[in-house]
């Protein structure tokens, strides 16, 4: 293979960065949202998604890694209070009818049932 060839061939193969904005333009609102709307499979894998991509707007709103451990009730939680409609705001509250973390994102994520 020429120098050319193997140029071209290590631009093609090369991994791409994404910024925030953009993996959030492309997976949430691109991806996430075509599974939702226009997909007619099941709802359940669906509402696993969402329960997933609301922790990741979560963690896109405060300064600690992706990664960080301990996080995912405040990214949750933070999500569906800054970004959601206001309506969402009681069931942040561990107290409320349904504390949404509880009983709608971890039993997805963790237990795959609703």
């Given at each position: ?17 994404l910024t ?95």
């Amino acid at each position: 293979m020429d120098n050319q060839q193997e140029s071209h061939s290590n631009e093609e193969n090369k991994i791409r960065t994404l910024t925030l904005v953009q993996s959030i333009r492309s997976f949430i609102l691109g991806e996430l949202r075509a599974l939702i709307y226009d997909h007619e499979g099941s709802h359940f894998i669906k509402f696993v998604n969402i329960a997933i991509a609301i922790e990741y707007l979560g963690a896109c709103l405060d300064e600690f890694p992706f990664n960080e451990e301990g996080k995912s009730e405040t990214r949750f939680n933070d999500a569906l209070k800054k970004l959601f409609n206001n309506k969402y705001k009681k069931f942040t509250k561990k107290d409320s009818d349904a504390y949404l973390f509880e009983e709608f994102r971890c039993c997805f994520v963790h237990q795959l049932r609703p």
